[in-house]
């Protein structure tokens, strides 16, 4: 067989396999990326890209050991899930890096994190004074979340007893020219409104709209593929929508 269409062969195989092992394992791979879960998912990578162009050696013992590495972290998953001691061994814990307004220089040097590289952490965060910080924390997935000294933090409507309305999440309506029948219902809205409130905007059709959006204020936006310009109507005057 050819030798590239055998690559691609395996190569649609590593990829739907690691679709599956990623989704079995979760969101936690991406969204709590700790240096540990950083190491295994290169070696999951590496033994997938194995699999797919190493033409020297079967797919099977690829594949066996892409199956064990994945099945070893869904196992750690479960284990650190039930183990409070595990879990900050493998995945450390929170390291207080200012305390009080000082920075803790001992904590600095036990994990070895430099002064400047504190300054960076703090300066993605917008913050450049270091007067202003009540608590740093250094969290086991490297970002660092902070706590502003009161007289620094920014004022909320509840600070000045200002009643605000209710925000929640905006209702898609029509995604890439699709009208998206469900939220139209849930919304107590129906097909007929929609088209004539996109007549309103001179749009013809639904396949003209790349994204419509209704959000809880009754405001509808809509952004057209053409010109991408965004059109907003106030839909207070509708008191059927929830």
């Given at each position: ?17 690691l679709l ?72 450390g814990e ?13 904590a600095l ?134």
């Open positions: 067989m050819n030798e590239g269409l055998i690559v691609l062969i395996r190569g649609i195989i590593a990829f739907i396999t599956i092992f990623t989704r079995i394992l979760g969101k936690q791979q991406v969204t709590q990326l700790t240096f540990f879960d950083y190491i295994l998912g290169i070696t999951i990578g590496s033994i997938a890209a194995s699999l797919t162009t190493d033409l020297s050696s079967r797919a099977w013992p690829h594949w066996v050991g892409l199956a064990t590495w994945t099945g070893s972290v869904f196992v750690l998953q479960w284990i650190t899930m039930r183990s409070r001691a595990i879990a900050k061994y493998l995945n929170p390291v207080v890096l200012i305390m009080n307004g000082k920075i803790m220089e001992n040097r036990k994990i070895r994190f430099t002064v400047d590289e504190l300054l960076e952490q703090l300066r993605h965060e917008q913050i450049f004074d270091l007067g202003k910080i009540e608590f740093a924390v250094l969290e086991t997935t490297g970002k660092i979340s902070i706590l502003l000294k009161s007289q620094f933090a920014p004022l909320t409507p509840s600070d000045i007893k200002i009643a605000t309305n209710y925000q929640g999440i905006t209702t898609e309506l029509i995604y890439d020219g699709v009208i998206i029948e469900e939220n139209l219902k849930r919304v107590n809205l129906d097909r007929d409104w929609l088209d004539s409130q996109l007549k309103s905007l001179k749009i013809k059709s639904p396949g003209e709209v790349f994204l419509a959006t209704l959000n809880t204020e009754g405001k509808l936006y809509v952004d057209k593929y053409d010109d991408h310009i965004t059109a907003m109507i106030n839909l207070s005057d509708f008191p059927n929508i929830k």
